[in-house]
């Protein structure tokens, strides 16, 4: 089973700033089969970023994915207001195909 | 549009077990999805349960699956959980979701979630 660990836990930025959100996984993930969730409190995840690096209809081109392999990459390039949230890594291309990371909260500064 | 959402009790009895549905609308359940469930426990991160193809298949996360049973209902439109021997551990939003394909194994579609609280 893939253990995906992300780093850091919490990231503590200023809006217009540039984000940087690692996930780390155990064994390499084929397929770069790799998701990211931005969650914002009382809400149901949000797709971001599937296959390590496409963004999802209507994501914002500020936000991109990057990696393959073990280490993935989120990269938020100006911090919005409403960018402050909980990001969570997902590996979709092996079994079990649900493992989450633990999550990654960007505060404001 | 597709959409998910959840229903069933919110307080549970430990040594219970927990039932949970998820109505499809907007679409089919035999689509070609995975029907997932994640739960996430207050202030904590996501847990993915299991999940089910409309064909009846079943996938489960090992440190769950000796409690846990997923089953689909087409006629009604609908998937469902049962977790049983439920403790105060098992308190948490429990999301049901989809995946994009059968293969794509990322999810594009929550609904929005429902708390089930374990307490005697």
């Known amino acids: 089973e893939i253990v995906l660990t992300q780093s850091p836990g919490t990231l503590s930025l200023s809006p217009g700033e540039r984000a940087t959100l690692s996930c780390r996984a155990s064994?390499?993930?084929?397929?770069?089969?790799l998701a990211w969730y931005q969650q914002k409190p009382g809400q149901a995840p949000r797709l971001l970023i599937y296959?390590?690096?496409s963004r999802a209809t209507g994501i914002p081109d500020r936000f991109s994915g990057s990696g393959s392999g073990t280490d993935f990459t989120l990269t938020i390039s100006r911090l919005e207001p409403e960018d402050f949230a909980v990001y969570y890594c997902q590996q979709y291309g092996s079994s079990p195909p649900g493992t989450f990371g633990q999550g990654t909260k960007v505060e404001i500064k | 549009q597709v959409q998910l959402q959840e229903s069933g009790p919110g307080l549970v009895k430990p040594s219970g077990t927990l039932s949970l549905t998820c109505a499809v609308s907007?679409?089919?359940?035999?689509?070609?999805?995975?029907w997932s469930w994640v739960r996430q426990p207050p202030g904590k991160g996501l847990e993915w349960i299991g999940e089910?193809?409309?064909?009846?298949?079943?996938n489960y996360n090992p440190s769950l699956k000796s409690r846990v049973t997923i089953s689909v209902d087409k006629s009604k439109n609908q998937f469902s959980l049962k977790l049983s021997s439920v403790t105060a551990a098992d308190t948490a939003v429990y999301y049901c979701?989809?995946?994009?394909?059968?293969?794509?194994?990322?999810?594009?579609?929550w609904g929005r979630g429902t708390l089930v609280t374990v307490s005697s």
């Open positions: 907007g679409g089919s359940i035999s689509s070609s999805n995975w």
């Open positions: 089910i193809y409309h064909s009846g298949s079943t």
């Open positions: 296959g390590a690096s």
């Open positions: 064994q390499s993930v084929s397929s770069s089969y």
């Open positions: 979701a989809s995946t994009v394909t059968f293969s794509l194994r990322y999810f594009d579609l």
